[in-house]
C-alpha cells in the first residue's frame, strides 16, 4: 500500500520560509522512475501544482507564481521528496499535498497546512 506522508506545514510570517517533507513507501516499483509532485489547494480554490521533478531529479517545473522562490528536491535512497520555500506570502496560504506519479496512476498524501500571516 502506498503511502505519502507530508509533514513541515505551519504557521509563518510573510517572508519566511519553510522546508515540507514527503516521506513515502509501498511503491510498487522502484521509487526514482516515479514524477514526484507538490500540489497545493486555497480555501474556496482547485487545487494546483507548484512544483514537479522527475525521477532521477534531472528536471523540475514550478508554477510561475513560485518561480525563483521555491525549491523541489528529492533524496531516492530515502524516498523522500522536499519543498523548500522561501520569501513566503499571504497568498502561498494553503493545504499542501505531496503527489506521486506513474503512467496513470496518481497517489495522494493527506497534506500539510501552511499559513503565511503576520
Known amino acids: 500500500q502506498v503511502q505519502l506522508v507530508e509533514s513541515g506545514g505551519g504557521l509563518v510570517q510573510p517572508g519566511g520560509s519553510l522546508r515540507l517533507s514527503c516521506a513515502t513507501s509501498?511503491?510498487?516499483?522502484?521509487?526514482?522512475?516515479?514524477?514526484m509532485n507538490w500540489y497545493r489547494q486555497a480555501p474556496g480554490l482547485e487545487r494546483e501544482l507548484v512544483a514537479s521533478?522527475?525521477?532521477?531529479?534531472?528536471?523540475?517545473n514550478y508554477a510561475d507564481s513560485v518561480k525563483g522562490r521555491f525549491t523541489i528536491s528529492r533524496d531516492n535512497a530515502k524516498k523522500m521528496v522536499y519543498l523548500q520555500m522561501n520569501s513566503l506570502k499571504p497568498e502561498d496560504t494553503a493545504v499542501y499535498y505531496c503527489?506521486?506519479?506513474?503512467?496513470?496512476?496518481?497517489?495522494w498524501g493527506q497534506g500539510t497546512q501552511v499559513t503565511v500571516s503576520s
Open positions: 503527489n506521486a506519479r506513474l503512467g496513470n496512476s496518481r497517489y
Open positions: 509501498g511503491f510498487t516499483f522502484t521509487f526514482n522512475i516515479y514524477v
Open positions: 521533478i522527475t525521477g532521477g531529479g534531472g528536471s523540475t
